[in-house]
Each structure stands twice: as structure tokens, then as C-alpha cells.
């Protein structure tokens, strides 16, 4: 190790990120100087990359879970050869620039996750270890190993303290995922003020006690990072490593180091004497030297040999293992068999039974036809019924089990299937009660941000629920959802809705879904043929029951609604035409041809109904329109009980008819 070398790095990553947060007034220059030595030795040594290839198969994952520090991942993507100039540092927090103020992964080349709020990003680095572990047990032979990647995460005193962490952290040690390191910038500092005014765990023995390797090194010595780094890689105990690096945040400029105040901008002002006492030229902002770059620029030459040995090493593999390798090369494009409808049954015309019940066939019949497909719960497969029969469950000794049981860990669940998804090799999906879908909000919020195809599965949809009561009624929930930019949100009417749902699910590749399914059982609707309402349901939505007359009335619904809006046009007769709507966001998508020929404007006699808020239906029923919904919350009592008392009802969307 070159410590003179790196140390310079390490102090010119500094000046990056001082001018580039000093230029735009804006940003958080604690870590970017705190941890300036860790990025020095990941990236000159520890890491695995190939920054011509930033999507390699078996590169070693980092992700960076204290976002707010991004001018530490921005500083050494651009030092270590990433298509990142220095333009970019430049535009930091700019219109259109490269350099967002958290890092997005679909925004700039090497950042692998936008982690946002604290926490997150440690769920997402297991959620990669999960998936590196799985992919070598899927995909690696006795004579071939083509993955043996390890994650690593840097995250500081926040991201610890939120929950979403601890839930992680608990779950990576019972599944055993050895090839994860976290990295703990431990520098005793919160935004507010010193760290102890908020905690006080024995940071080392919570890890140990939790099953992880746990090793404390100082921050800023190149060689016991090194260290730590290479025994972590090395070990394949069973047990995932936490490095806890103690630092001190804002290191380089005096005047703040190691106080809150290092934590954002603060530091902005001494920066010109920090710049100073650093070695940095005072006449020349975003310096990086040449002797520096021609370092990096013979570490990014190394990184390129050892890609093309793996390379070569992928080739022998995939020509002795065909099959596999068509499989794995499916699964990274996300590749969903152009049938996949054909390969579900039809339900039987009497079939009668709830929509998570339907959903249990469903997925069962997708797992077969889509092996990359893996489906996790938090302790409610009995009840979610998403359970992959024969596919067996992930865990230390099975890392090739097709069910993640997460546990009682819905925060967790969701930024560990947006890991998965991230990684890009399996298709992720969670399943848990609708109502607790906002304790996994943040990251479906990420999940549609950064267009992940994350499929969620929510049962106990309504207030069908019945006797649990109003706790466990999520009245408002489904709207909830349906507000998040870039997140389908799918209600099935029945059996063979619900199956369109879960290909309609499969079948997108730029973003998540959740599918909100029924604990009540309701009738399949046989107005249509099997094929028209999947199709109907993939589009959004679709005419359930057309008019035998001139028509003018719109009766629309979702979910187990649709059944009494098909009922309630009966009893009204000819000029009825009733538009399932499982999903706004699809039939939003929609040509305005075909939505026009669903929900023609010169029909403004509608009603709807949903066993919810009545909000966002108004924009289809229009100002002349009625909503029949469930603008309070529930009761409980039985749940046909709950639906007649709350005027979920055949008779209730008759009156508004009329």
C-alpha cells in the first residue's frame, strides 16, 4: 500500500467535495471529509470494479446508505475512472447535472441505489447480499464460479437508528449472508448535536449480539482499514461484518471537526484555508493530481485485466452450462414468457373464493413459468397465501429457497426486495396485510422513483376484514397508494382479474406494483370471456358488463365492489354499462381512443363504488358523477355486516342511480 499516495487521495477527495458543496452553497461535507481514507482504500484496493463495465455481473456492490454524503461517492467515482467528470462535480445539485443532491441509481453511472432516507441503503445492501448469495447457488458449478461478489455499505449514526436498519441487521445474520460488510462511520455526531444526546449502545456488542462480526479500527489509518477490509472479504463464517470506523466528521476543516455543525454546509466558509492546510492549490478548485490519477488510472487498467479473466471464465461456463446461462441471461433482462396467460388456468365459471386465495394459484403458476421469481412474507404466508409451492425457503443452508420469510419486518421487507430488484438478477416481491403497507411506504416510494419492478402483495383489503375492526380496515390505504407517482396499484374483481393482475405485474419492467387482494370470498364475473378481462385488467381498466341498450348510465368499480355494481345494473336495466377500473394508473396509460370508448364524455350520468375513500374516483365520475365510499373509518362486526352498515351495497349504488 502506497500510504503517501493515498493519503494525498484522500485529501484531494476533501477539496472535491469541499468546492463542490462551497460552489453551490448546499450539501453535506461531514462524511465526504470524515471518510475520505475509507474511500481511499475501497476503491484503490478492497472493491472489485470495472468502471468501463459498471454493471458487471460479479462486481463487488457499495452502496452508500448516508445519502446526504454523496460528494464522498461522487469524489471517488470520478477518481477512480467512472464516467463521471469533473464537470459534473461541478454542477453538483444542479439542473440536469449528474450529481443529485442524494445519489439516484438511474441517474448517475456507479451509484447502485437511491437510498434516501436514512436506513434505507442497509436494507438494500442485504437485499444485494441476499441476491449475490442466491445467484452463486443458482448459477455457479464445481468447475465455474462466476459469483463470489461481496456488498458493502457505508452508513453512519442515522441510518442506525432507524428502524428499517435494525430489522435488516437482524434478518441478515438468521439468513446467514456472509458476503455483507457495513462500513460505520462512527463519529459520535447527529445533525442536531453530539451522538450521545440520542444514543448509547454498545455499537460493537448490538452487532455481536445479533449474530454479526463486529471489529472497531480508527477511521483515518490506510493500513487497519486495509486490514479490516481484506479479513472481512476473506471470512465466509456464515456471519455478515460490521466495520465500526471511528472518524471524525468534517476532518480538514478545523473551525467544525468533529461537531454538528460539520454535519451540512457549515464548513463551506473555512474551506479556503482548510484547501490550504491540505496541500491543495489555492488557485486551482477540483483538484485531483496527476500522480493520483495515474494511480487510479493503473488500479481502472488491473480492474479491466480481472474483468476480462472473468469474462473469459463467463464464456467457458456458459458453453458448458447452456441452460443456465439462457436462464441467467433471461432473468438479468427480465424476460417474462410472451404466454404467460396461456400457462395460468382458468378458473371454473362457479368459482367462488377470495382474491388471495385466487392469488395463491396464480403465483404458483407464474413461479413455474418465471424461475427467476422469488417471493418473501412477513409471517403471513398462511394469510397471504403467496407461498411458492416446491420452491423452497431461502436461509443459510438454502440460499437457493424461492420463500423469504422476513419475519415481522414489513420496513425491512420493502428496501430488501428493492435491494433484490436493484441487482437486477431476480424479480422481488412482499406480501403483507394491506394496512401496514405504509410501514414499507418509504421504500415503495423508492421503489417507484427508481422504477424498480417490485411486486407487492396486499390481502385484507378492505373493511371485508370485518371483526379485527378498525385498525385492521385500511379504508384510506388503497388512494394512499394509488397518489404515488410511478406505482400501479391493481384491485382485481375476481379470480381472473386477479390473474391479469399478477401478469399485468410481471409483465412491467419500469416500475412497481401492488396488488391489493380480498380475505372475503366474491364470484368470478362470467359476463366476459377468460381472455377479455385479463387483457381488461392489463389495460387498467375495461367494460365488465355492456349496455343491451342506448346507453346512459356508468356504473364503475374495483375489487370485490365490481360484484354489486354488475348486480345494482341488472336491477337498472338496459342502458347500463358497468367499467371495472382495477387499476387508474394503467388506464390512464391508455390511448385516448380507447379510454373514450370505455368512459365516453357525453355519458355523465356515473356512479361510483369502493369500500374506501371516495377522493380520487371523482376525476371518472366527473362533477355530474356520485362515489359511493367509505369516507370514515370502519367497524367492527362481521364483515357483510360492516359492508351493509357502511352502505358497500347493491341497493346503495342503485339509489345513486337513480
Known sequence: MNTTLLSAAANQARGLAMDAVHACSSGHLGLPLGCAEIGAVLYSETLRYNPDVPKWLNRDRFILS??????FLYSWLNISGY???IGELKNFRQLHSHTPGHPESFETVGVEATTGPLGQGI????????????????FNTADHVIFDQHVFALHGDGCLQEGVAKEAIAFAAHVGLDNLVLIYDSNDVTLDAMADVTQGEDAEQYFKSQGWDAVTVDGHDLAALSTAFSKAKSDDNGRPKVIIAKTIIGKGIPEVAGTAKAHGEGGAKF???????????????FFVSAEVRAFFAAKKEESKKAYAAWEANYNAWAAANPALA??????????????????????PA?????TRSAGANVINAVAKAVPNFITGSADLYGSTKNYIKDGGDFSATNPLGRNIWFGIREHAMGAICNGIAYDGIFRSSGATFLVFADYLRPSIRLAALSKLPVTYIFTHDSVGVGEDGPTHQPVETVSGLRVIPGLDVIRPGDAEETAGAFISAMNRTDGPTA?????QAIPLMN????????????RGGYIAKKESGALTTILLATGSELQYAVAAATELGDGVRVVSLPCFERFDRQSAEYRESVLPKAVTKRVAIEAGVSGLWWKYVGTEGKVVGIDRFGISAPGNTVFKELGITTESVVAAAK
Open 515 to 519: 396488488l391489493i387482494l380480498t380475505r
Open 83 to 85: 464516467d463521471l467528470p
Open 66 to 71: 448516508a445519502g446526504h454524503g454523496s460528494m
Open 271 to 285: 474551506v479556503d484555508e482548510a484547501r490550504k492546510n491540505l496541500g491543495l492549490p489555492a488557485d486551482e478548485h
Open 527 to 538: 359476463e366476459l370471456s377468460v381472455e377479455e378481462r385479463r387483457d381488461g385488467v392489463i
Open 326 to 347: 439462457t436462464e441467467l441471461t433471461e432473468s438479468v433482462s427480465h424476460a417474462v414468457p410472451s404466454d404467460l396467460s396461456a400457462r395460468i388456468p382458468a378458473f
Open 350 to 354: 362457479d368459482y367462488k373464493d377470495a
Open 123 to 138: 436494507a438494500n445492501a442485504v437485499g444485494f447480499a441476499l441476491s449475490g448469495k442466491r445467484a452463486a447457488a443458482k
